[in-house]
């Protein structure tokens, strides 16, 4: 088997997931001229209060707010202080994609990718992903850059591919950065660098890529666009490793064969090293959070029963984020030490199921 698959392998656009995570948009709202309103709104929905909330946002979204346009799209969508209705969240979610709002946008993309509520229809669904995109909305941007690489439901278009690649990888997005390493690595669209390559492999891997860490793992061992460094090679596979990567697994004892005792003992440090830039370097994102952009039901949901199976939630699994949720993930937080936020993420979840 080869150490390096030419088989490009990528993570697959978000548009795969079924309704729930679809619809997986997070409250939000945009700097406007009526932020007290809306304020009282985002706090009366933190503490649970559905009812007021809708109330609140109904009011300022009739003036046009395209961030109580979105809230009040997602409060339907998932029945918070009303019956679920599916029709009126769309109707709200594309008020508010009218309106400018990238996040609607996005989310009447992904709808429309899957028939959800509305009429599937791709050529519908890319014009707004495009929206979101060329607003800077770093999700549409990669979606975009994988529907153009393959060529799915659009014409292939490498180029294109790079160009929406490059856009999301630049605002952080490790799966754009990994992609166009990959295209760098492996000559697509005209691009063929292997330095380019590992400086995008790095950027990935930093933050947590598993695919990205083996990559580069492999580089140094080959000397690919990096000086030949068999501590490093092997400091960054154990990561991979680590991280469940399964050909990382297999091939980690080629740099170690290698090595002699002092490099050796310099890559089980690197490792523990690498280990910890890459949990500091994700516990940033969980650091003073942005309370305009409250998770989803189903993460606290997700978050919830995580707490409780670990004996530290003894409350009911609601998806109401209250006083003793944050509890509880402050004090998971200061287990895993992290920031104490009180907040639940994805990021969070991942570092759970690696602690």
């Known amino acids: 088997m080869s150490l390096r698959s030419r088989r490009i392998s990528v993570i697959t656009s978000p548009v795969r997931a079924m309704r729930a995570a679809a619809l997986a948009c997070w409250i939000s709202c945009p700097a406007a001229a009526s932020a007290d309103t809306f304020e009282s709104g985002l706090t009366?929905?933190?503490?649970?209060?559905?009812?007021?909330?809708?109330?609140?946002?109904?009011?300022?979204?009739?003036?046009?707010?395209?961030?109580?346009?979105?809230?009040?799209?997602?409060?339907?969508?998932h029945g918070q202080g009303v019956p679920e209705d599916d029709r009126v969240a769309v109707g709200w979610y594309k008020r508010a994609a009218d309106n400018g709002h990238a996040p609607s946008q996005y989310t009447l993309g992904l709808l429309h990718s899957r028939g959800h509520s509305v009429a599937k229809d791709m050529a519908i669904a890319v014009d707004w992903y495009k929206r979101a995109a060329l607003q800077g909305h770093g999700k549409s941007q990669f979606i975009l850059g994988v529907l153009y690489?393959?060529?799915?439901?659009?014409?292939?278009?490498?180029?294109?591919?790079?160009?929406?690649?490059?856009?999301?990888?630049?605002?952080?997005?490790?799966?754009?950065?990994?992609?166009?390493?990959?295209?760098?690595?492996?000559?697509?669209?005209?691009?063929?660098?292997?330095?380019?390559?590992?400086?995008?492999?790095?950027?990935a891997a930093e933050q947590g890529n598993t695919k990205a860490q083996y990559m580069l793992g492999v580089a140094y061992l080959q000397g690919d666009g990096v000086p030949t460094d068999f501590s490093l090679s092997y400091a960054w596979m154990s990561l991979a490793a680590a991280n469940g990567h399964v050909r990382a697994r297999q091939y980690r004892s080629h740099p170690w064969q290698k090595m002699s005792r002092e490099e050796r003992a310099r890559g089980r440090l690197l490792q523990r090293e690498?280990?910890?830039?890459?949990?500091?370097?994700?516990?940033?994102?969980?650091?003073?959070?942005n309370r305009m952009a409250l998770p989803t039901v189903e993460l606290v949901i997700n978050t919830q029963r995580v707490l409780a199976q670990r004996g530290l939630l003894d409350s009911a699994v609601d998806g109401i984020l209250g006083p003793k949720t944050r509890a509880a993930i402050q004090a998971l937080q200061k287990k895993l030490r992290l920031p104490q936020t009180g907040q639940p993420s994805n990021e969070l979840l991942l570092l759970i199921d690696k602690d």
């Open 44 to 77: 009366a929905y933190e503490r649970g209060d559905f009812t007021q909330a809708l109330k609140i946002w109904s009011k300022v979204a009739k003036l046009n707010h395209s961030g109580a346009q979105h809230n009040l799209a997602v409060m339907y969508d």
């Open 274 to 289: 690498l280990m910890q830039r890459v949990r500091l370097r994700r516990s940033v994102s969980l650091d003073s959070p």
């Open 149 to 203: 690489d393959f060529g799915k439901d659009v014409a292939r278009d490498k180029n294109e591919a790079i160009k929406w690649y490059r856009l999301a990888a630049l605002q952080g997005d490790g799966r754009a950065q990994y992609n166009l390493a990959l295209m760098y690595d492996f000559g697509q669209g005209g691009l063929d660098d292997p330095h380019k390559a590992t400086e995008w492999y790095k950027l």
